[in-house]
């Protein structure tokens, strides 16, 4: 049975794919007269074998409980794409770029001078106080002086069809593997579609990750050792790690396969004896990294890794330290950094926020806590924050009180009502809200992923895009529709 | 490669090897139960003395009947050795490996132990369980080739191969020890005819029949058979051909001069051993020197090439029970 976009409504919310009028938009066009034509049932027999494929390919993300242990889950991926013109793509590949450029250079002033504080631009107060600010960082100048190289900034868009940066994720940012492992899905379960528009291919990350990486490396050599360090089977982004070690061929390793010799250089330990390593794309928070450095009680890292980086034996991917940009505090600072450092107008908007560590801020936050998103400076994932509009009167009460008993803790944001796609649901095509997240590759030279990871929030109503709370992803395809 | 990674790859490759010998062990039980004439208590207890799982399955009380010992065989979590343990533990081992296997290899074992556990009820059913077996045997042996066809000569292929043979000696040394010894009384009357059903029911064990008949032209006799199964320098399954192997890709690595003297030894051993003067408990006991050979083998392997481990612990090593009518050694398994 044909679709009719008639009964498919998202008054008051953007569709990335329906316009106003109940007609396509001109990326999504070719896409739209596609599904009409396939109709509720035949979606949901590709759903269904999209969902076989994922199986099959072993596609999966670990999900801890507190009494099950870990548990492997199959990726959820919806089948209708997202989808951007290039035209647009381009802009938000700029905005990315700049953006990116600019936290780099933050980071890397933060470490040495301090000009931006000593300018006033930002508050010493932000730094003493931030979690992942690394004393032991001071002074080194990693090389190209890039610390943030694999940065996933998320992005919205909200009702009126502005995309805004909701945040830059700088430690172990995942998901990268699932944006190429859906194309290969669809491409699979869809494959007549690809012929019908001109859709940009997403594939070419893992070659470009691996230059990026290698090109760090403090042994000039053509292939430099190049590995991918985890925290092991247990994490919930282990297929990732696993995936981008197998499309870089390299070494998938877990702390206990590496050790710092007398020389300071970096060893694993192989069938051959020990072999030094150049670059480490690690997987494993800051606080993890070096027991010598950071957490004693940590099994999972490397002692004396910071010794061997901070002499510049060892590239380390991200650099550590890079968090203290990773803080939604320093965020609502990225716009001054960009006009600061590069001297130039942002391209992509922040979502307007509240420092609630300023009295003034606090005080208005806390007057219109039942309209705002609270979210905790150093969370991810969605945790530990307050959705105002959905919340109780005493989660308001006890979410006020650690306001303000830790103020420096968060920031607040209007909640921003994210677009929609259609979703398949039942047997029907509804729609449902989505974020994106591109990824941006900075060394030597930027690198932006063509579109991203889009994650889509499978409840109704729900604005949650998270993964570990039920979230799913599709496809997201840049659409050239000038060819 | 990594001597973690060199560790799970050389596990993984046992568990698929010892999935699938117990499969076809299995098999060749109830075909040849069903020749055998009533009367004799032969049943399926040897079955659980061939995988060394006794002291589990008498832990558990379980009775010796066909519904139960295939049970534990195939689907029983706290057996080792177990089919349904050994398939967990070759996937969680191809889990900590998918960024060196070929995907396919991964995607056909993800999915075939999804379809073994959703097909279980199918293999504790007499009426489906053949082809629920079969269909192991032909899935290991279609993931040996994948493996084979699409996977450089690196390493990673030597630790899997020397993984694989290692467990084939050691299970077609297990089927000989217990079909030959076990199954039927040495001096019971009017079994003549039953000699030759049991010995073809080692060569089936081994899918050695065809292979048999093709180079040794000769009635199926105890003393050719065991000199097939244990010593013939052509099939891929007798223990001497694995050891060759096992030989060749050790060749390729460095350091492996201790190991090569260790399965020295074991060549030797099997190589000047006499068939023709052997009653049953002679066999028995030297199926069990030549287990503790290929133990001898595995842990030199262990020693150097696998992760040295934290502190002083040591890999657990099964200890040689041989003993008069002692029961077979124990299957082992890596470290948790």
Not at chain 1, 122 to 137: Q, V
Not at chain 2, 55 to 68: C, G, L, N, Y
Request: glycine share 8%; with cysteine; net charge neutral.
């Amino acid at each position: 049975m044909r679709i009719d976009w008639t009964s498919y409504s998202a008054p008051g919310l953007h569709d990335e794919l329906i316009g106003p009028g109940g007609g396509a938009r001109v990326a999504g066009r070719a896409l739209a007269r596609y599904l009409t034509e396939l109709g509720g049932r035949e979606i949901g027999v590709r759903q269904q074998a999209a969902e076989l494929a994922i199986k099959a390919m072993g596609i999966t993300f670990t999900v801890y409980h507190e009494q099950g242990g870990s548990i492997d889950r199959s990726w959820p991926l919806d089948i209708v794409p997202r989808t951007i013109t290039r035209k647009e793509w381009n802009r938000i590949d700029a905005g990315l770029r700049q953006r990116v450029a600019a936290i780099n250079r933050f980071i890397d002033d933060i470490y040495h001078e301090q000009r931006i504080i000593a300018d006033g631009i930002l508050p010493i107060s932000i730094i003493a106080s931030s979690r992942n600010f690394r004393p032991n960082c001071m002074g080194v100048t990693p090389p190209a002086r890039c610390w943030a190289h694999i940065c996933g900034s998320d992005l919205i868009r909200g009702s009126d069809g502005t995309v805004f940066v909701l945040e830059d994720n700088l430690r172990v940012p995942s998901g990268v593997s699932y944006m190429i492992e859906n194309r290969q899905v669809m491409k699979r379960v869809f494959p007549e579609l690809f012929d019908s528009a001109a859709i940009l291919p997403v594939d070419d990350y893992p070659g470009q990750l691996y230059d990026m990486l290698a090109a760090l490396s403090p042994r000039p050599q053509e292939r430099p050792e190049v590995v991918v360090l985890t925290p092991g089977i247990y994490n919930s982004a282990y297929f990732e790690h696993a995936y981008l070690a197998r499309q870089m061929g390299c070494e998938l390793v877990e702390g206990r396969d590496l050790a710092v010799g007398d020389d300071d250089c970096v060893y694993m330990q192989t069938t051959r004896g020990s072999q030094r390593v150049d670059v480490i794309y690690r997987r494993i928070d800051d606080d993890f990294l070096d027991p010598e450095a950071f957490r004693a009680d940590s099994t999972l890292g490397v002692p004396g890794l910071m010794r061997a980086w901070s002499k510049g034996k060892v590239a380390l991917a991200n650099a550590p330290g890079a968090g203290v940009a990773d803080d939604k505090l320093v965020y609502t600072y990225v716009p001054d950094m960009i006009r600061y450092y590069l001297d130039e107008t942002p391209i992509l908007p922040n979502v307007p926020s509240w420092r609630c560590g300023e009295p003034k801020e606090l005080e208005h936050v806390l007057a219109h806590l039942e309209s705002l998103v609270v979210k905790p400076v150093d969370g991810s994932g969605g945790y530990g924050m307050l959705m105002g509009p959905m919340s109780t009167q005493r989660e308001r009460t006890q979410f006020a009180a650690q306001l303000k008993a830790a103020p420096r803790n968060f920031i607040a944001q209007p909640v921003i009502t994210l677009s929609t796609v259609p979703t398949f649901v039942g047997d029907r095509l509804e729609p449902r809200h989505v974020d994106l997240r591109p990824f941006i590759l900075s060394g030597p030279s930027t690198y932006v992923t063509t579109g991203g990871l889009t994650r889509v929030a499978l409840r109704k109503g729900s604005l949650v895009v998270n993964s570990s709370q039920g979230g799913g992803s599709k496809d997201t395809w840049i659409v050239d529709t000038e060819v | 490669m990594l001597a973690r990674v060199a560790e799970n790859i050389y596990w993984l490759a046992r568990y698929l090897e010892r999935a699938e010998n117990t499969a076809r062990l299995i098999s060749v039980n109830a075909n040849l139960l069903l020749d055998l004439q009533r009367g004799y208590e032969l049943g399926w207890l040897p079955l659980v003395d061939i995988t060394g799982s006794r002291h589990v399955f008498d832990a558990q009380k379980h009775r010796s009947d066909e519904r139960e010992v295939v049970q534990f065989l195939l689907a029983n979590a706290e057996n080792p050795g177990s089919i349904s343990a050994s398939l967990n533990s070759a996937r969680e081992n191809a889990r900590t490996l998918r960024d060196i296997l070929p995907t396919e290899a991964w995607e056909i074992l993800n999915e075939f132990f999804l379809e073994f556990t959703a097909q279980l009820p199918a293999g504790l059913n007499r009426r489906t369980r053949f082809e629920f077996l079969k269909r192991i045997v032909l899935v290991s042996q279609t993931l040996a080739g994948v493996l084979d066809g699409t996977m450089s000569r690196t390493d990673a292929y030597t630790f899997m191969m020397l993984g694989r043979n290692l467990e084939r000696a050691d299970m077609t040394s297990r089927i000989v020890d217990v079909r030959s010894a076990q199954i039927l009384p040495a001096a019971a009357p009017d079994l003549g005819p039953f000699q030759t059903i049991q010995w073809i029911s080692v060569l089936r064990s081994l899918s050695g029949q065809h292979m048999y008949r093709q180079t040794r032209r000769a009635r199926v006799t105890r003393v050719e058979s065991l000199d097939f199964a244990l010593r013939d320098e052509e099939f891929p399954r007798s223990c001497m051909f694995c050891l060759r192997q096992i030989e060749l890709y050790l060749r390729t690595l460095t350091r492996s001069s201790g190991v090569l003297d260790t399965l020295a030894g074991a060549h030797r051993f099997l190589a000047q051993v006499s068939f023709t003067e052997l009653d049953q408990q002679g066999l028995h006991q030297l199926i069990d020197h030549l287990q503790v050979y290929l133990i001898g083998v595995h842990a030199s392997i262990a020693q150097a090439y696998f992760p040295a481990l934290p502190g002083n612990a040591r890999r657990p090593m099964p200890q040689s029970q041989a003993q008069d009518g002692g029961s077979t050694l124990p299957l082992f398994a890596d470290v948790p």
